[in-house]
């Protein structure tokens, strides 16, 4: 008798023993928590017994499982499916194109909380078979047993258990959750920003304001310390339930004193230590509903010459003047303190204290600049003055044409700006230009002795070369080093032991230390690039000089890493080299830059960018090499041979991380010592190789086919390893069911490279 029935009578036992409570599967949390009646008919799809069960759900009775049908897998993994979901479509045969399908199910996957956690899998469904078919993976169910199911329930839990809880532990966890959303919102309304706070995970991060919780934190205070009345309301509320996880999505309507918004705010609250902490929050403006739209009066309009209501702005010209005055008088202390510290510029990705630091630099570098304003629009709304102007900037060699978009808000009855927006336009009546071009005195070749000692000696990223070669790249190499904010240009011949230096330069890095992470952080990435794509000084703001090659990041390990952002180029400049002072760019003389459009044929340019650069000799990398293949090699034996103790020695179990899988490293832990514990004759072959280091991480892509007497899958696999001053270990491993190739090789019988 498959394992599951047996639990599900012994738990009925004990319940009608124990109590005269009825037991419920956990999953019906969710509806209680949207306030929705629990359904009459569930599917649920054991992982452990790799049955699909039809449940039958009663408030009087409980549940049962009347019927049960078996399911056949193939080149599939269910385990970042597990939740409970929606089912959106029966299809029947005649609605499928094709006479190889009886029918099949198809379940709403990703679930709002997949798509907000990153889940990368597209679709579920579970086809009818009328033969089963062995050549396309994927998750099916015979004929008959369609069938029998057809269009009966609605919703399906895919869980690896049956966990069943009375009826009233379900209540009073919703209570406890539903206690817990009321006095966070309590706390937030009366502005304790102490208790308030206690509600957040000390892992929180929010996606759209790419805060973690001590930036969080501080803005929080803040806006605390500036405003008051807060009052918060929301409205079409949607919970999900997965795992100790909730999701919240709703509309949300926000007012304080001065201020009034509204849009979609969701939230992730994990349950832990008996605590509900929140580890996300987003936000989302939306327009509000028509019938709440605020509109304007007649008096509330300003006239299309730009004069302002003195009934609302009595004294907003004056403050507008004054920022016009301070910007153009170059007064930086002045100009900034018209500027709210929960200012934002969504154009410019700038919150307030990027917005200061750049200011202050562009200051310091600009000692005269003419600004001329005109065909200003404002609109009034709830205490708020949106202005919309046409401005013309320029400073030295510098200028630039367009429009300007502006919101004031009232905080402590000052005019202050919160919102800030730049939209570059061409000026008209002018024929395009290409921008001026500031060609400084071309510069002596400065092969500094420092690098010139070097000779010999390779980055410890050339491994990248010594796995995969140099033929698929161009015939140059930059190495650029951030903490001497130099760079070197190389010769990069087939024969690597030929490498030659050639010339090296002085060049500027972002604005702030450390490998970049996130969009807007300022920071220059790490890592091997490659050039691909360049765009001439014509398309470009005259910042950028006499043109700019693109970098490709984010590369791939980067994004299975969890980086953000984009645009990370080589570039010229009409100013004079400051060290750290881009936005994440590398900045070279315009000269250079030249140089390597005309003369380097510039494309698929390796780029190997370092904090600091660990020089080693050829000899000691490529016995690193060897030793990461052994590695490999190594995982691989142990996996086939089940040995666990082994197999497990080879993972990092403190930041290790499967992000598709949802585990850390304790859960990866349990649950190979489960799989490999019902695994035999375990055959595992890989195909198809590839290697990738930076910043002390090496990334490996292979095929995997994967061959035991109870499961057979076939995908793409990465693996992650950290470098510690001795050995490797794995932090992160994702893998992704794909169509089988007609050939694989096992590893150790054809060159791993």
């Known amino acids: 008798m498959p394992r599951i ?109 997949g798509y907000y956690l990153g889940n990368e899998e597209s679709s579920l469904e579970l086809i009818a078979f009328q033969e089963p078919f062995t050549e396309v993976s994927g998750l099916f169910i015979s004929q008959v047993s369609f069938q029998e199911l057809y269009s009966r329930t609605n919703y399906i839990i895919i869980s690896e258990h049956l966990y069943l809880v009375t009826l009233s532990q379900l209540e009073q966890s919703v209570q406890n959750f539903q206690q817990s959303f009321h006095d966070w919102r309590s706390q937030w309304e009366e502005q304790k920003i102490n208790e308030y706070l206690q509600y957040y995970s000390t892992e929180f991060y929010s996606k759209t304001t790419e805060q973690n919780l001590s930036q969080w934190s501080t803005q929080k205070s803040i806006i605390f310390n500036l405003t008051n009345q807060i009052r918060v309301s929301f409205q079409n509320q949607e919970f ?99 500027y709210s510290p929960h200012f934002i510029s969504e154009t410019a990705k700038q919150d307030y204290t990027t917005w200061k630091n750049y200011k202050t630099l562009l200051f310091k570098m600009n000692q005269k600049v003419l600004i001329e304003f005109s065909e200003y629009q404002q609109s009034i709304i709830d205490n708020q003055i949106t202005m919309e102007f046409i401005q013309i900037y320029q400073a030295g060699s510098y ?149 700019a090659f693109v970098l490709n990041y984010p590369n791939l390990l980067d994004k299975l890493r969890g ?67 052994t590695f490999i090699q190594e995982w691989l034996d142990s996996w086939e041979k089940q040995d666990i103790n082994q197999y497990l020695g080879f993972y990092d179990e403190q930041i290790f991380i499967s992000k598709k899988q949802k585990m850390n490293g304790e859960q990866w832990k349990k649950h190979k010592q489960k799989v490999l514990a019902k695994n035999l004759n375990l055959k595992i072959y890989l195909l198809e190789f590839n290697y990738y280091y930076a910043d002390n991480n090496l990334m490996i892509t292979f095929y995997q086919d994967y061959i035991a007497d109870n499961l057979k899958s076939y995908g793409f696999k990465n693996l992650v390893l950290k470098r510690s001053e001795h050995s490797w270990k794995i932090i992160q491993e994702e893998w992704t069911p794909s169509k089988r190739k007609d050939v694989v090789i096992k590893m150790g019988e054809e060159n791993a490279q």
């Open 399 to 547: 200028h630039d044409y367009g429009k300007k978009s502006m919101i004031w808000v009232k905080e402590e009855g000052q005019w202050k700006i919160i919102k800030e927006e730049w939209y570059a336009m061409v000026k008209p009546n002018d024929p395009p230009s290409p921008p001026s071009i500031v060609i400084k005195p071309p510069q002596a070749d400065l092969i500094t002795s420092r690098w010139l000692e070097k000779k010999g000696l390779v980055p410890y990223e050339y491994l990248n070369f010594l796995f995969s070669g140099t033929e698929n790249y161009g015939p140059y190499l930059i190495i650029v080093e951030k903490s001497t904010q130099q760079a070197a240009l190389y010769s990069l011949p087939n024969e690597v032991e030929t490498m030659e230096l050639l010339k090296t330069y002085h060049i500027s890095t972002g604005q702030n230390r450390g490998n970049k992470s996130r969009r807007g952080d300022n920071k220059t990435p790490e890592g091997l690039y490659v050039t691909i794509e360049w765009i001439p000084a014509q398309k470009l703001e005259a910042k950028y000089g006499s043109g």
């Open 240 to 338: 999900i339930f997965q795992d100790d996880t909730i999701y919240f999505e709703a509309e949300q309507n926000y007012q304080n004193n001065d201020y009034h918004d509204y849009g979609i705010k969701s939230m992730i609250w994990k349950f832990i230590d008996d605590f509900w902490y929140i580890w996300a929050e987003d936000w989302e403006k939306i327009l509000p509903p028509l019938e709440e739209e605020p509109r304007p009066t007649p008096e509330e309009t300003l006239d299309p010459e730009g004069a302002f209501l003195e009934k609302q702005a009595d004294d907003f010209d004056d403050t507008f003047n004054n920022w016009q005055k301070a910007w153009l008088y170059q007064n930086i202390e002045e100009y900034l303190q018209f």
């Open 5 to 113: 029935i047996i639990l599900f009578l012994l738990l009925i036992i004990i319940n009608l023993l124990c109590c005269e409570e009825i037991l419920f599967p956990i999953e019906m949390k969710q509806f209680l928590l949207n306030k929705q009646e629990l359904p009459q008919s569930v599917l649920f799809l054991s992982l452990e017994e790799m049955m699909l069960y039809e449940m039958e759900v009663n408030y009087e009775q409980g549940i049962t499982l009347p019927h049960k049908y078996p399911l056949l897998v193939y080149d599939f993994d269910l385990i970042p499916y597990i939740g409970l979901y929606q089912i959106t479509e029966w299809v029947q045969q005649s609605q499928i194109a094709g006479e190889e399908w009886y029918g099949k199910i198809v379940v709403d996957f990703p679930s709002k909380l």
């Open 563 to 629: 980086k953000t952002g984009s645009g990370i180029w080589i570039h010229g400049s009409n100013i004079d080299m400051v060290p750290n002072d881009t936005e994440g760019c590398i900045r070279f003389e315009n000269q250079e830059i030249t140089f390597f459009y005309e003369q380097l044929n510039f494309n698929t340019i390796p780029v190997i960018i370092c904090e600091t650069i660990e020089w080693k000799d050829l000899n000691s990398l490529q016995q690193e090499k060897e030793k990461i293949i």
